[in-house]
Structures are given as C-alpha cells and as structure tokens.
C-alpha cells in the first residue's frame, strides 16, 4: 500500500486520540468521528508505565504528561485488614525501567492529546459505520449520517464492543464476560493522607491512590455475576462489600457520593484475533486486544499501537507483525494475574498471601520482574520535535 494522505479514525479515546495525533504527526489528513456529544471521559484515572510515556515522547508531550500527572511512589500490597505485603518501591522501578509509573486523571490526557490535533478534527456525536475496508486497488469506505467518506487508511478505535472489528471478522466471538466487575471513583477526601496501595481480599480488591490535584482515584473489582446491579445504589454496595476494610478505605466510602461511584462489567478478549488489520483498516487498543486491567496496561497498549501503527501506515501487515504477538501475551498475563488477585479460595488465598510477603522479603526488583518486557518497551522511532507535523526520524 502506497504511503497513506487521508485516515478517518473510528472512536475518540485514549487510543483514537493518540493514533490521530501520531497519523498527524506523519503528515496525513485525519479525521476522528467519536459518536459520544463529547471527549470529555468521566470519574476515572488512567496509569501510564514508561513504555507509554516513551510513546508520547514521540509526539512530543511525554514530558508534560509527566509534569502533570502524580508519581506513584512509596506503596505497596495490603490485606484487607491492612497488614503490608509488599512495599513498593519508586526508585526500584525507574532504575529498573528507566522511568516513573504515574497517574493522572483521563480527562486531562485526552485534553493534551486533543492539543494536538488541528481545529475540525475531530466530530463528536458521529456515528460511524465501516462499508468497506477497502484492499490495493479502492480506498475503505466509512458512513456517517447521510454522508460517506473514503480514506486510504481507517483506524478502529472502538472499544471492547468494537463495529468495526465485528464486521472486519464476524467469525470472532468477540469479547467475553472476564468474571468480575469494577467501580471507580474519583472524588476529594479532606483531610486523609495514605500511601498508594491496592488490597487483595477473597474475590475482592481495592486500590487507592492520590492525584497531583488533590484528589483521590479509587477503584475495587469483585467477581459477580453478569450483568449485576446494587439493589439500592453502588456506593452502598462498595459500604458492604469493603466497608470494614483499612483506612483510607472508609473514608474513601464516607466522602463519596452514589453519583461518584462507576460500575462497570469487565470483558476481555479471550480469543486472539487472527491479524489486527484488513484491507486499509487497522485496529487498536481494546477493539483490537481488551484485555483485563490487573496489569494497568489497557490504555497503555493503545498508545502503543497508535505511535507504531503510525509508524507502519503504509505497510499494515508490519503492524500486525509488530503488535500482535506483544499484545496477545500481556493480555494472557493479565487474565493470570487476575485469576491470582481475585481468588476466592481460603487456602489458595493464604498460600498467595504467604507467597507474596516472602517474595517481598527478598526485595522489590523481584515483584517488578513482572512487569519485565512490558515497561521496559520503547518505540519503533523517535520525536523529531523541530516541527509539528514533520517526519518523525527513524532509527538506524
């Protein structure tokens, strides 16, 4: 396929949004049809490991992600009635990976990102439809409205319930129920300081953590049926499933409102799919690999895919090569860390437990081997920053 001048990207988040800025960025004229009335994401934060931080140094404003988000330092693993068993460690992690682990809420990455992009670029409230994903010889067509549009190159960044990678292969399952589900919750706390942790209970979690602005990101999964709801409302939920859990925990639940709180089944996909592409149509992040988020890398492998999808605009098979393989093995290893942090046994919890406090005892570097091979990626090319919009130089 000849160098791309035009891609429509389907979906506006994370993953939409950096592969706009980093197709841009290469020189071609992009369009990004999100069918939500805006960008705007709500109560959530969203981690970044510096293999996605190196990916927005490609577009020039890892920096000022970095400068904006809160450094996840000192903190570690607890049981639910706050016992440590494991302390982690800032400084082990950037020796180890050569940059920091931080967070931020969404709604201010999507706004950098967002920055990025020229005036008219992005339409929201645009429900798209993939016609045709086009092949050598035709452009991919894409319907909106009443009108259609062609493009040499469309990005399906979609999301877990992806359109587009349903229609580029209908044979797939799909994404399947993962087992538990999720609430979040990002709100101020007066007067509460705490050091990041997450908790490991019997089929339950919970993590809380501060943000740079002063607020706090909490989230909690739990193994429940499909489909299930609070009787009454979602905080009273979390007030029973974790209410006598350690501090900060309660004074999380007693400062949130049940508007605050986020409940969302988790889905991932289990099957990988056979190629991230079609024709001129690639996906990415979680329309191309949802994955569980017991690693924090979902976001994090959609910016991946947008700087190195850029990268391989004219070549979508390379990008195939490039991403698939990478992908598929850390959505396995999320789907096993998850099977460890919502076990529900007695005896297979207090083995884990055991386990984990020992590993700790024998110091930090060897609970960050799991994230070995994942944090420690780098992108295919490097930020030219002379320019906005000039080729990026690539590695010799």
Do not use: C
């Amino acid at each position: 396929m000849a160098q791309p001048k035009r891609a429509i990207v389907i979906g506006g988040g994370i993953g939409g949004l950096t592969a706009a800025a980093a197709l841009h960025r290469r020189g071609l004229d992009v369009t990004v049809l999100e069918r939500a009335p805006s960008l705007q994401p709500v109560g959530a934060a969203i981690s970044l490991a510096p293999n996605a931080l190196r990916a927005l140094d490609v577009l020039g404003i890892g920096d000022e992600i970095r400068d904006l988000a809160a450094w996840q330092g000192d903190g570690g693993l607890r049981t639910p009635r706050g016992r440590w068993l494991s302390r982690s460690s800032a400084e082990a992690a950037e020796a180890r990976f050569g940059g920091p682990l931080v967070l931020l809420p969404r709604a201010t990455l999507v706004d950098r990102l967002a920055a990025l992009l020229p005036p008219g670029t992005v339409r929201t409230g645009a429900t798209a439809t993939l016609a045709d994903p086009g092949d050598r010889t035709r452009p991919a067509r894409v319907t909106t409205g009443t009108a259609e549009l062609e493009a040499d190159l469309v990005v399906g960044a979609d999301g877990v319930n992806s359109r587009v990678r349903g229609t580029l292969f209908p044979e797939h399952p799909g994404a399947v129920y993962a087992g538990f589900t999720t609430w979040r919750v990002l709100i101020t706390v007066p007067g509460v300081e705490f050091a990041s942790h997450e908790t490991w209970g019997r089929g339950h979690i919970w993590g809380t953590h501060p943000l740079q602005d002063g607020r706090v990101y909490a989230y909690a999964a739990a193994t429940a049926p499909a489909g299930e709801k609070a009787p009454d409302d979602e905080r009273a939920e979390l007030l029973r499933r974790y209410g006598d859990w350690h501090q900060p925990i309660p004074s999380v639940l007693a400062a949130a409102r049940p508007e605050d709180v986020l409940r969302h089944d988790v889905h991932h996909i289990a099957r990988p799919l056979p190629a991230h592409h079609r024709g001129r149509v690639a996906l990415l992040g979680d329309a191309a690999h949802a994955m569980p988020p017991t690693l924090g890398q979902g976001g994090n492998q959609a910016i991946e895919d947008a700087v190195v999808l850029a990268h391989h605009a004219a070549d979508l098979p390379a990008y195939t090569t490039a991403r698939l393989p990478r992908t598929t093995a850390i959505a396995r290893r999320a789907v096993r860390v998850a099977r460890l942090d919502m076990a529900g046994n007695r005896a297979v919890v207090a083995v884990r437990d055991t386990a984990i406090a020992a590993l700790s005892k024998a110091g930090p570097t060897l609970v960050l081997r799991g994230f070995d091979g994942i944090a420690d990626w780098r992108p295919p090319y490097a930020a030219d920053r002379t320019h906005t919009g000039e080729r990026d130089r690539e590695h010799t």
